[in-house]
T-cell receptor, first 113, second 114 residues
Framework: ELKVEQNPLFLSMQEGKNYTIYCNYS?????LYWYRQDPGKSLESLFV???NGAVKQEGRLMASLDTKARLSTLHITAAVHDLSATYFC?????????????WGAGTKLIIKP | DVKVTQSSRYLVKRTGEKVFLECVQD?????MFWYRQDPGLGLRLIYF???????EKGDIPEGYSVSREKKERFSLILESASTNQTSMYLC?????????????FGSGTRLTVV
């Protein structure tokens, strides 16, 4: 059974600091998604990582994928208050499972001014 | 702009009621999904559909059924609502089985069963 573990589950940090959210998964996969969810809102797609070594950046967020280590990271650089949200990773289970996604529990990020 | 619309943001229903949650997408997407979201558990897949009249069980289908009579509409049905079905329900769609762009989600329906 595929398990997806995010850590930390909760993170409170000061503006201007850097931090990394980790997404570990327990079986082979070559595709991973990162989403953002604001309180009371739906999920917004941030990154789709399509292969080993993939790195994508948007503003202060950078995501990477290491399929050999079964690990993805979401790095936040010089955090600003607007990045406060819950971040989810989701792992593609591949063709045998009709490409279903298995989701992490989410990381609630609070950035204090 | 791509849209997935869920008919209700908030619903309160009584135990034993039959509940319908509606989802409509305007993107001509093949695939549609129903998830429930609970704190600390992430999203769990209830059912999905790859085509009209097609449905597949997800991880937690018990107590739910679905209907997809038209490509743009995917309905989730709680046959006899129970308090443990109190949750946030999210509908999503993708253009193909393995999306290059990620799923597009609706705004969610927060269901309370009393």
């Amino acid at each position: 059974e595929l398990k997806v573990e995010q850590n930390p589950l909760f993170l409170s940090m000061q503006e201007g600091k850097n931090y990394t959210i980790y997404c570990n998964y327990s079986t082979t996969s070559d595709r991973l998604y990162w989403y953002r969810q604001d309180p009371g809102k739906s999920l917004e797609s941030l990154f789709v990582l399509l292969s080993n070594g993939a790195v994508k950046q948007e503003g202060r967020l950078m995501a990477s994928l290491d399929t050999k280590a079964r690990l993805s990271t979401l790095h936040i650089t010089a955090a600003v208050h607007d990045l406060s949200a819950t971040y989810f990773c989701a792992v593609d289970m591949g063709m045998d499972s009709n490409y279903q996604l298995i989701w992490g529990a989410g990381t609630k990020l609070i950035i204090k001014p | 702009d791509v849209k997935v619309t869920q008919s209700s943001r908030y619903l309160v229903k009584r135990t034993g009621e039959k509940v319908f949650l509606e989802c409509v997408q305007d993107m001509d997407h093949e695939n549609m999904f129903w998830y429930r979201q609970d704190p600390g558990l992430g999203l769990r897949l209830i059912y999905f559909s790859y085509d009209v009249k097609m449905k597949e069980k997800g991880d937690i289908p018990e107590g739910y059924s679905v209907s997809r009579e038209k490509k743009e509409r995917f309905s989730l049905i709680l046959e006899s609502a129970s308090t443990n079905q109190t949750s946030m329900y999210l509908c999503a769609s993708t253009e193909e089985s393995r999306s290059l762009y990620g799923y597009t989600f609706g705004s969610g329906t927060r269901l309370t069963v009393v």
